[in-house]
């Protein structure tokens, strides 16, 4: 970012500017920016860096960083800024241990509102890694399951091949870089593609290079956000692994794909296989994992439009068990005009269902 005016972090911008610019201080992990805006908003948060109370080099840089351009940027390249407490922050990840203070997104945010499967593993993967990666990835998108991974070479990427193929299910990527920085360069079509049709997250701001150390953070949030994690193919050590342990700490179902015993490819994942974890020999093992199949039949992705502002609020107070309108304006402080308007467009996209004066919830299609 370009050297402030003297006059520009006297303007106030939104907090989640102040939190932008906090990520993007060199050697800003997300525990020590946790800390800092345990005790603070952001905007008080950025004005003690800026005094120095978190150190002399955060205050030289600090001083240099104009938080307007930081808005400005992200605001121009589309990249929604949420932090921790927003009602835009991912549910999946709000009362998670290790939740990120900030995260950056780029695309859907309804794309982390379904079920997530994450599917990770080496980068140097095989051919038969690769075929099994595409496979889960399309299956389980067609099963109405979104993919999350890490946008990596080999089984990542895969992954993500498969599951953008099924057009079904929205894709996730979580990145290690900012999100106008695409690694790996080769991976610049796909990363375009994910976003399109799903979204991608990062911890970190516009700019921000794919540092090692940010990779290891990364894969807390793919653990986090997957109802079960499936290891396709990982060698005994590496990035998988420290998905697997964080998923682990979660109490997140990891399974594992066999692979041939003389291969290194597939010695992590033959390990875990080992030590206890469910195989996945076919998607349908991961289904079953996440009880979305019964008698061979798999839930589908939920094509209705996602209700927004009235109309969210009066699906919210819609059980499956019918209730009057009445009883509907009670519970709310709308007008009755509003809560019918409503019911009217919830029951045209198929949320909703009036008979009489009584209204339901509809199970999606």
């Not at 019918?322 to 029951?347: F, K």
Request: contains cysteine; glycine residues 10%.
């Amino acid at each position: 970012m370009s050297r402030p005016r003297p006059d520009d972090n006297e303007v106030t911008q939104p907090e989640w500017a102040y939190a932008a610019a906090l990520a993007g201080l060199r050697y800003m992990a997300w525990d020590r920016l946790a800390a800092l805006l345990a005790t603070a908003p952001p905007s008080e948060a950025w004005r003690r860096v800026v005094a120095g109370a978190a150190g002399r080099a955060w205050a030289q840089a600090a001083a240099s960083t104009s938080v307007a351009a930081v808005a400005a940027a992200h605001a121009q390249a589309g990249v929604k800024v949420v932090v921790r407490g927003d009602p835009a922050y991912p549910e999946a990840l709000a009362e998670d241990h290790e939740a990120a203070p900030v995260l950056f997104r780029q695309g859907l945010a309804a794309a982390l509102d379904g079920v997530l499967v994450g599917i990770v593993g080496t980068r140097r993967a095989t051919g038969y890694g690769r075929d099994v990666a595409r496979q889960f990835g399309r299956e389980l998108s067609e099963a109405g399951v979104g993919v999350v991974s890490g946008l990596a070479l080999g089984i990542d990427g895969s992954a993500h091949e498969g599951a953008l193929a099924a057009a079904a299910a929205r894709p996730v990527g979580v990145v290690g870089s900012g999100l106008d920085i695409v690694y790996p360069r080769r991976h610049t079509d796909l990363w375009r593609r994910v976003a399109a049709d799903g979204c991608i997250l990062s911890e970190a701001p516009l700019g921000c290079r794919p540092e090692p150390w940010r990779f290891p953070a990364r894969n807390r949030l793919i653990a986090a956000l997957s109802s079960v994690l499936v290891v396709v193919e990982s060698h005994s050590t590496g990035g998988s692994m420290h998905t697997v342990r964080a998923a682990a700490e979660r109490g997140v179902t990891v399974m594992a794909v066999p692979g041939p015993v003389r291969s290194p490819a597939s010695a992590g994942s033959n390990h875990l296989l080992a030590d206890g974890c469910p195989p996945a020999c076919d998607p349908s093992d991961v289904l079953v994992a996440l009880a979305l199949e019964t008698a061979g039949r798999r839930a589908r992705i939920d094509t209705r439009p996602p209700p927004e502002g009235v109309d969210a609020v009066v699906l919210d107070l819609l059980g499956w068990e019918a209730v009057s309108v009445d009883t509907l304006v009670g519970a709310t402080d709308l007008a009755p005009s509003q809560v019918a308007v409503a019911l009217t467009r919830l029951e045209f996209a198929g949320w909703a269902r009036g008979r009489g004066g009584w209204w339901e919830r509809v199970s999606g299609r």
